[in-house]
């Protein structure tokens, strides 16, 4: 809501300054959003005389200008503008002026071997408008010397108001005014409403054609018709009003009906009577219908939006936007204005449904003052008659707006009780008076009727919130949290914390969150073994959204493939978030899932002088899924490694973490390339999915330490095995059974080469691995370091019927 200075002193006599009321109006709970106050960017500028204007010695496009400031001597000026001249009267910036449409701050310059000392400025260089052909051109009787500022009468400041959407009453001047006012800021000048009498009876007849059902999409409807008017441009101060808050003036009954809607926060329609065919009504609209409105777009009706019409077609949605065809022009000279109320929840849903945003529609879907529908019909038709001249009618009126009377008992106790002031009941009553409510009292308890244009208060803690905002906030004392007595218990649930950790994880390793629909087509879903007819929606969003998803996968692969049409291949894409296996609460899940597309690894995507960047392969999905793993507790050590990854992955470049057949924690690998085919997606591409709720939860820790950490002092012992096996024996069944020959000195063992050969074999290979031995309390002896060997061959002979190699 945006409104100058000048406009709100019209409602607010006060000797408030800028700043005061600017502070006051956020404390009260109008914040302030911005001032725009020219008068303080352009107070340097002023008017200045060319006393001459030469041609430049070394160019052809600059003139060398003497100008009279006002302030002394004539000073030098350079100037390129072709309109400067000897005689004119142009706007002056002396050297040190900040100039706002050049963002630079002037000084003393030379210019082609001539010195300028200030410059003559166009109205784009002050942000006035975007006209920059050449400078300002003032009147022949502008006072040289005098501020530019004053002269234009620019020292208006705008003052921009965000609202919340309870405080309709403030959508017009007047109701700011009047919270201003109950803070003692000022008094709320009066309002003296004049009827004005009707010469004739209204030729325009007006009918409500709602059903019953319907009859609250408009409920009132009020018109007066003025004959003979002369419409043309409005008078100055009213277009300088509407510009200045962004509004464009188009002809003085239009600009009527927007000073209106500005200055009381009450839409008001005028059509050009000459236009209307028979009676117009407030109808439902019918399917097939539709209109050309003020805003050069055609709109569709339907059943379920209220319009105005006459006998001949749509004239158009009523509250929300009027008519091309019946708007008024020069040629206008018989006029009938319209005064409705209208329903705001039947506005709002038109308003989303219609995608039209208009001033109407702000202030009838917040909620108009239903007892302003008289006081508005004869507030327009006291301005069409001064600005316009004309004969009225008689009002006419059909419907009755809704009965805002309501009574709300209060009790006094209510202020201290929810806000913590102490207020005697004469405070407490003169602020709600003062804000227009009606208060009568008893001992301790008032009864309260709120004023008809406050539709928001309801009961007793909104008159709390009204006296506390208007008693002023930092008036509530403050009160400390009593100390608890014992740390709080956990807030977050396991699972919360799961996906939080997955996140960091994730974001560690380089890979960037996305967020797609928890939807995708069936086909997509199939891919992944979805597509149950439990997972079809009954009422999809689109086509290609018709069934809930089986994996995140397929979103993932549509990003990445998105990023990849737009130049963007290397990406590392994930998302944590719910999958779908079927219609029961069970069968919900939660995945940490991610992709990697061409070099987009963990140490770097792309070309670089050192070395380009490899593709992504299987092992960099594999640990991103054992990183997540890791975060989230699961026992790693123990997790085992197999082959059956689902069939969206490539048979031999794939994997699963598990915990028994029953209990798969994480697939990784590269997909299918049937997959990517059927998905039209471009490779290389990798994925992982962790399930977050296939991790077991963590034993509790005890309350007390076991024992200090034990650290041996003795250097560890490494030896190396080189086993042949056949090709189809997992080196992690190596492993596992070298690491089980004896828990307590082996601490590590990993696998550093594997070789295939005619020298193993056919169908065989050699696997290499490193034990790590620690000794325990002493330093251990050839023979037992030989006995521990034996038990690691041992070991992985039983396991995999792995040889020693020789």
Known sequence: MKFTLSWLKDHLDTSASLDEIVETLTMIGLEVEGVDDKAKALRPFTVAYVISAEQHPNADRLRVCMVDTGHGEPVQVVCGAPNARTGMKSVFSPPGTYIPGKDITLGVGTIRGVESRGMLCSAAELQLSDDHTGIIELPSDAPVGLSYVAYAELDDPVIDVSLTPNRADCTGVRGIARDLAATDLGTLKPDPMRGIHGLFPSPQKVELALAPEDSAACSAFFGRYVRGVRNGPSPEWVQKRLRAVGLRPINALVDITNYISLDRGRPLHVYDADKLTGTIRARMGRTGESFLALDNKTY???????????????????????????????????????????????????????????????????????????????????????????????????????????????????VKRLSGLDLNWIEVKHILERLGFIVVSATDEFRVSPPSWRGDIHGKADLVEEVVRIHGLKNVPLKPLERMGSVGEKVLTLLQVRRSRARRTLAARGMMEAVTWSFVSKAEAEQFGGGQPALALANPIAADLSDMRP???????????????????????????????????????????????????????????????????????????????????????????????????????????????????????????????????????????????????????????????????????????????????????????????????????????????????????????????????KTMTDEEIEALGAKVVAAAAKATGAVLRG
Request: charged share 25%; net charge negative; aromatic share 6%.
């Open 300 to 414: 569709a009706v339907d059943e379920r939006m209220c319009v105005i019409a006459d006998d001949r077609a749509v004239l158009g949605l009523g509250g929300i936007i009027g008519g091309e065809d019946t708007g008024c022009s020069e040629e206008t000279r018989n006029v009938f204005i319209e005064c409705a109320y209208f329903d705001p929840l039947k506005i709002a849903e038109t308003g989303r449904r219609t995608g039209i945003v208009s001033d109407a529609r702000y202030r009838f879907e917040r909620g108009v003052d239903p007892a302003f529908l008289g006081p508005g019909i004869e507030l327009a038709t006291r301005m069409v008659l001064d600005l316009c001249g004309g004969e009225p009618s008689e009002v006419v009126r059909v419907g009755a707006a809704p009965d805002p009377d309501r009574i709300i008992t209060f009790p006094l106790s209510e």
């Open 551 to 777: 994996s995140l996968l397929p979103g993932l692969l549509g990003a990445a493939q998105r990023n990849a049409d737009r130049g963007l291949g290397d990406v590392a894409l994930f998302e944590v978030g719910q999958v779908f296996r079927g219609d029961r609460p069970e069968d919900q899940k939660t995945h940490a899932s991610g992709v990697r597309r061409g070099t987009a690894v963990m140490t770097g995507a792309g070309r670089h002088w050192s070395g380009s960047a490899p593709t992504v392969s299987w092992a960099d999905a594999k640990a991103d899924a054992l990183a997540v793993l890791e975060a989230l507790g699961a026992p790693v050590d123990r997790v085992q490694l197999a082959r059956t990854a689902p069939a969206w992955y490539h048979p031999g470049r794939s994997g699963v973490f598990q915990l028994g057949p029953q209990n798969v924690l994480a697939v990784f690998g590269e997909l299918h390339p049937r997959l990517l085919e059927a998905l039209d997606v471009g490779g290389p591409l990798v994925a992982f999915e962790v399930m977050l709720e296939a991790v077991p939860e963590p034993k509790a820790r005890p309350t007390r330490s076991k024992g200090a950490l034990s650290v041996s002092e003795l250097m560890p012992v490494r030896r190396d095995f080189a086993f042949v096996v056949d090709e189809a024996v997992e080196a992690d069944r190596l492993v596992k059974a070298a690491r089980g020959a004896d828990k307590t000195l082996i601490t590590e063992v990993g696998v550093f080469d594997v070789f295939r050969g005619p020298a193993i074999g056919e169908g065989k290979k050699s696997v290499a691995i490193e034990v790590v031995l620690q000794p325990q309390g």
